[in-house]
């Protein structure tokens, strides 16, 4: 069974950073790809960031050049550093531990709780 567990959320202004971390076990980290989803008030859960087993990432439109994920194998967790935050990156952020080694979304795909991020002034 896959665990996936979240932390870094929380408050913060325009325009500051947050660092996300996912630290997942139960299989071996390094085979697979990784990636963070988020889900604003009303609105649809979407990709924001994909990373494969062999580190090539990809990023949503909304966020590229801001926000950048890496994994760490030796811990089994996958990051997402968020800078130049904007109000309308509020939303709860999960991370996603897909089936494969690359960036394919499946159903059957594992899924953190969920961490809150809010960008407020």
């Known amino acids: 069974q896959v665990q996936l567990v979240e932390s870094g959320g929380g408050l913060v202004q325009p325009g500051g950073s947050l660092r996300l971390s996912c630290a997942a076990s139960g299989r071996l980290f390094s085979a697979y790809a990784m990636a963070w989803y988020r889900q604003a008030p009303g609105k649809q859960r979407t990709l924001i960031a994909c990373i494969t087993n062999g580190g090539s990432a990809n990023y949503a439109d909304s966020v590229k050049g801001r926000f950048t994920i890496s994994r760490d194998n030796a811990k089994s967790t996958v990051y997402l550093q968020m800078n130049s935050l904007k109000l309308e990156d509020t939303a709860v952020y999960y991370c996603?531990?897909?089936?494969?080694?690359?960036?394919?979304?499946?159903?059957?795909?594992?899924w953190g709780q969920g961490i809150q991020v809010t960008v407020s002034s």
């Open positions: 996603n531990a897909p089936l494969y080694s690359t960036c394919l979304y499946t159903p059957r795909d594992y």
